[in-house]
């Protein structure tokens, strides 16, 4: 069974500085690695995707995440953050499980940007 | 091009009560998921559907039930409700051929249980 297991439950950072949000997943096939963000009361947005490829991805909001096969890893990283990134984090994976694509999702990290 | 939207936004029920959520996915898309996400805690999958067919389910019982319809629009149903359901409800959908799954997701429903 695939599971994902965001380490952090809270992170908080000063603004303009650097922050990583810690994300490993376990599972015996290849999966495809999501990043979502949700700001209050509110759905989840996708931030980045990896699929295949290149393992340093790049998406919005000046966001990035590294693809560690060895280390069933997907850390999320940002240089520099913003007032306007507190929100909450999470981690995603998919997977085919038994003829569909099953996305299991993190238990979230909240990132909270002091001024 | 229309997003993902649910309704409604906020639902206050009693123990043992019927509560039907609607989602109408994002235009050209054709599979719909649903999530149940406690307070506090990471979005869990509760069904998905594909042309109608319910072709994948979490750990849920079957109080939760669904439906999509021809335009892809979808219900979930949940029966005698219990206070523990009380949860923000996604919606998420995806297109043809995206065989990774990407979800689009809804702005959710709160739901109450009192």
């Known amino acids: 069974a695939q599971s994902v297991t965001q380490l952090d439950s809270q992170v908080p950072v000063f603004e303009e500085a650097p922050v990583e949000l810690r994300c490993n997943y376990s599972s015996s096939v290849s999966v495809y690695l999501f990043w979502y963000v949700q700001y209050p009361n509110q759905g989840l947005q996708l931030l980045l995707k990896y699929l295949s490829g290149s393992t340093l991805v790049k998406g919005i909001n000046g966001f990035e995440a590294e693809f560690n096969k060895s280390q069933t890893s997907f850390h999320l990283r940002k240089p520099s953050v913003h007032i306007s990134d507190t929100a909450e984090y999470f981690c995603?994976?998919?997977?085919?499980?038994?003829?569909?694509?099953?996305?299991?999702f993190g238990t979230g990290t909240k990132l909270q940007v002091i001024p | 091009e229309t997003g993902v939207t649910q309704s409604p936004t906020h639902l206050i029920k009693t123990r043992g009560q019927q509560v039907t959520l609607r989602c109408s996915s994002q235009s050209g898309h054709n599979t719909v998921s649903w999530y149940q996400q406690a307070l506090g805690q990471g979005p869990q999958f509760i069904f998905q559907?594909?042309?109608?067919?319910?072709?994948g389910r979490g750990n849920f019982p079957p109080r939760f039930s669904g439906l999509q319809f021809p335009n892809y629009s979808s219900e979930l149903n949940v029966n005698a409700l219990e206070l523990d359901d009380s949860a923000l409800y996604l919606c998420?959908?995806?297109?043809?051929?995206?065989?990774?799954?990407?979800?689009?997701f809804g702005p959710g429903t709160r739901l109450t249980v009192l």
């Open positions: 995603a994976v998919s997977m085919n499980s038994g003829g569909y694509q099953k996305v299991t």
């Open positions: 559907y594909y042309r109608e067919e319910e072709n």
């Open positions: 998420a959908s995806s297109f043809p051929g995206n065989s990774y799954n990407e979800q689009f």
